[in-house]
């Protein structure tokens, strides 16, 4: 009898705490399920897919059609800019170099003075030739039609000309650089991404003629024919 009633008990016990263990177990399955679940939900409030690791750098619809900020086509223009040419025509003082200044107001709009200092001559008696040098002044309005080419609109005045009086023999009597003009032209430049240009330039000139001229101003072609660079 009091082996079957220590069977009981010892049965009993068993019992009680295999179930105690069970209870337990359970519980800690139960937190570790309700910390994975919130894990979760903290996951999916701070990345748009969670589920999948790779989706986190796929764009979204939002991403898809955000427009960015349009960048500014071509290269930048600096506000300022110096240029150096040489030319033939009537802003290059005949035969001459000319410095200028460049001042970019846009992209497409630009505002040039400049100052030449060239060579007139004059041709004489025995195929020689005789002349000096001398300076002009030029404005000019550049507006570009395409990236490499400018449509300009050119003012421009000084010593166009020299006064040569010889004798019978051919000998210079006087040489004055006293023909003073101005004028307008209209021209086109084209410049390459390097800064380098050439331009051409047609337009039409008033000019005082020297004294014992039939005339006092008298009116001729103008023209500018240059290659330069520009930098800034």
Same mark, same amino acid.
């Given at each position: 009898?009091?082996?079957?009633?220590?069977?009981?008990?010892?049965?009993?016990?068993?019992?009680?705490?295999?179930?105690?263990?069970?209870? $337990?177990?359970?519980?800690?399955?139960?937190?570790?399920?309700?910390?994975?679940?919130?894990?979760?939900?903290?996951?999916?409030?701070?990345?748009?897919?969670?589920?999948?690791? $790779?989706?986190?750098?796929?764009?979204?619809?939002?991403?898809?059609?955000?427009?960015?900020?349009?960048?500014?086509?071509?290269?930048?223009?600096?506000?300022?800019?110096?240029?150096?040419?040489?030319?033939?025509?009537?802003?290059?003082?005949?035969?001459?170099?000319?410095?200028?200044?460049?001042?970019?107001?846009?992209?497409?709009?630009?505002?040039?003075?400049?100052?030449?200092?060239?060579?007139?001559?004059?041709?004489?008696?025995?195929?020689?030739?005789?002349?000096?040098?001398?300076?002009?002044?030029?404005?000019?309005?550049?507006?570009?039609?395409?990236?490499?080419?400018?449509? @300009?609109?050119?003012?421009?005045?000084?010593?166009? &000309?020299?006064?040569?009086?010889?004798?019978?023999?051919?000998?210079?009597?006087?040489?004055?650089?006293?023909?003073?003009?101005?004028?307008?032209?209209?021209? =086109?430049? @084209?410049?390459? =991404?390097?800064?380098? @240009?050439?331009?051409?330039?047609?337009?039409?000139?008033?000019?005082?003629?020297?004294?014992? $001229?039939?005339?006092? $101003?008298? @009116?001729?072609?103008?023209?500018?024919? &240059?290659?330069?660079?520009?930098?800034?």
């Amino acid at each position: 009898m009091i082996d079957n009633l220590e069977s009981k008990i010892n049965s009993s016990f068993f019992r009680r705490t295999a179930r105690n263990i069970g209870l $337990y177990v359970g519980a800690i399955a139960l937190a570790l399920t309700a910390g994975c679940t919130a894990q979760k939900n903290i996951s999916k409030e701070n990345h748009p897919h969670p589920d999948n690791y $790779y989706d986190l750098d796929k764009p979204t619809t939002a991403d898809v059609f955000k427009k960015e900020p349009e960048k500014p086509k071509g290269k930048r223009l600096p506000p300022f800019e110096i240029g150096i040419s040489l030319g033939k025509g009537n802003s290059y003082s005949s035969l001459g170099a000319k410095l200028s200044g460049i001042l970019n107001i846009d992209r497409q709009i630009s505002c040039e003075l400049g100052l030449s200092y060239g060579l007139i001559a004059a041709p004489i008696a025995n195929n020689a030739i005789v002349g000096t040098f001398v300076l002009n002044g030029s404005a000019t309005a550049h507006y570009k039609i395409m990236e490499e080419q400018s449509l @300009f609109l050119r003012l421009f005045y000084g010593t166009q &000309g020299a006064n040569v009086i010889t004798d019978c023999y051919g000998n210079v009597v006087t040489f004055k650089p006293d023909i003073l003009g101005g004028g307008i032209m209209l021209g =086109s430049r @084209f410049t390459s =991404s390097d800064g380098t @240009f050439a331009e051409l330039g047609l337009g039409i000139m008033m000019c005082k003629h020297a004294p014992g $001229y039939h005339a006092d $101003y008298g @009116f001729s072609g103008a023209f500018d024919l &240059g290659i330069g660079f520009k930098f800034g």
